[in-house]
């Protein structure tokens, strides 16, 4: 299971519009960058051509600090994704601290 259906969408949020507005680049372009710049691994995925070329252009353009800042704000200490063919492992990261009884935290 992913995200909730009442769980909001990132991409959707008003901040990351916001940002996306201000540097001329789509809202994904704004979260990949992100994620970029916390040196994390990201592996997106498209079908549309366009999309695979945006996806790409993620180089060209850095997000500020105040930017990063805004963006880092939203971490609530909660999981968006639940995988359950994963909970058993024992490098499932999320297992000690999820309280209900499918290992993930309330949305």
Do not use: W
């Not at 991409?11 to 990949?32: C, E, G, M």
């Amino acid at each position: 299971m992913f995200r909730s259906a009442e769980y909001p969408k990132v991409f959707d949020h008003p901040t990351i519009s916001n940002i996306a507005t201000l540097l001329q680049k789509s809202n994904a372009q704004v979260v990949l960058r992100f994620l970029i710049q916390l040196n994390v691994g990201v592996v997106p995925r498209s079908s549309d051509s366009q999309r695979q070329r945006q996806n790409l252009d993620v180089f060209g353009f850095s997000l500020n600090d105040d930017q990063m800042a805004q963006m880092e704000a939203f971490d609530t200490g909660k999981r968006i994704v639940y995988l359950p063919i994963s909970a058993h492992s024992p490098h499932f990261p999320f297992g000690a601290n999820c309280p209900d009884d499918r290992g993930q935290t309330e949305f």
